[in-house]
């Protein structure tokens, strides 16, 4: 089967061969040329740096992550007798507890009912290792985790409560497991909880309490 010639117009056959090229290259805006290879290169050194942002984001820790180990503030002028209050420090909730003068003589009636009334096995700092577990009696700061399986036991601060029985004597109590810590957050005997509740490392200047720091010790 022949093959059928296609002639090429005439305005083409004149633009062939090194003709053509010349014309192409005369119609080129060279200055136009070369912002498009500019702009196409910052364009792709852009979306370089984009995709790479988050792989050298993933090695700087977060601003949350910079201030969960840093010391953390709490003005006790805010805080009144029989108040508690939560902060948090490193991810974990910290309870201040005002304790009255009533709280502070229920306190030495418990030694006999507890696991460790000298916080001899527990973890807490030197200066908290007595029968308040404070630096200052009245400010009682522990964090509020229970150290039988990590959950947060509530404030019971009621003597004799109707729930926990008439010799209830005020203290904390973890409804998952039935851990009882009396208001030094010392553990009862015979709770699942194996240890005291954790006391952190603190200070006290003035009325500015400062958790995570005790520098002054």
């Given amino acids: 089967m022949a093959v059928k010639s296609v002639k090429?117009?005439?305005?083409?056959?004149?633009?062939?061969?090194?003709?053509m090229s010349a014309v192409v290259q005369q119609n080129v805006d060279e200055k136009k040329r070369r912002l498009l290879v500019i702009a196409t290169s910052v364009v792709g050194g852009i979306a370089g740096i984009g995709m790479a942002t988050p792989f050298v984001a993933s090695f700087l820790?977060?601003?949350?992550?910079?201030?969960?180990?840093?010391?953390v503030e709490y003005d006790l002028a805010n805080i009144e007798p029989g108040m508690q209050i939560t902060v948090e420090w490193r991810g974990a909730p910290i309870w201040i507890l005002y304790r009255t003068p009533e709280m502070l003589a229920q306190l030495s009636k418990n030694d006999a009912l507890l696991a460790d009334?000298?916080?001899?096995?527990?973890?807490?700092p030197d200066y908290a290792k007595n029968e308040f577990r404070a630096r200052d009696q009245k400010y009682l700061v522990v964090k509020g985790v229970c150290t039988?399986?990590?959950?947060?036991?509530?404030?019971?601060?009621?003597?004799?409560?109707?729930?926990?029985?008439?010799?209830?004597?005020?203290?904390?109590?973890?409804?998952?497991?039935?851990?009882?810590?009396?208001?030094?957050a010392r553990v009862y005997k015979g709770m699942p909880a194996p240890t005291n509740l954790e006391i952190p490392p603190y200070k006290i200047a003035g009325t500015k309490l400062v958790i995570g720091d005790d520098s002054q010790a």
Avoid at 8 to 19: D, E, H, K, Q, T
Avoid at 61 to 71: E, Q, T, V, Y
Avoid at 117 to 124: I, L, R, T, W, Y
Wanted: proline share 10%; hydrophobic share 30%.
């Fill in 8 to 19: 090429m117009p005439s305005y083409l056959s004149r633009l062939s061969g090194n003709a």
């Fill in 61 to 71: 820790p977060s601003a949350r992550a910079r201030a969960a180990g840093a010391p």
């Fill in 117 to 124: 009334p000298k916080s001899n096995d527990s973890k807490q």
């Fill in 148 to 184: 039988h399986l990590g959950c947060s036991p509530t404030l019971r601060k009621e003597i004799g409560a109707s729930d926990l029985g008439a010799d209830w004597p005020g203290g904390y109590f973890c409804p998952c497991h039935q851990s009882k810590f009396d208001l030094a």
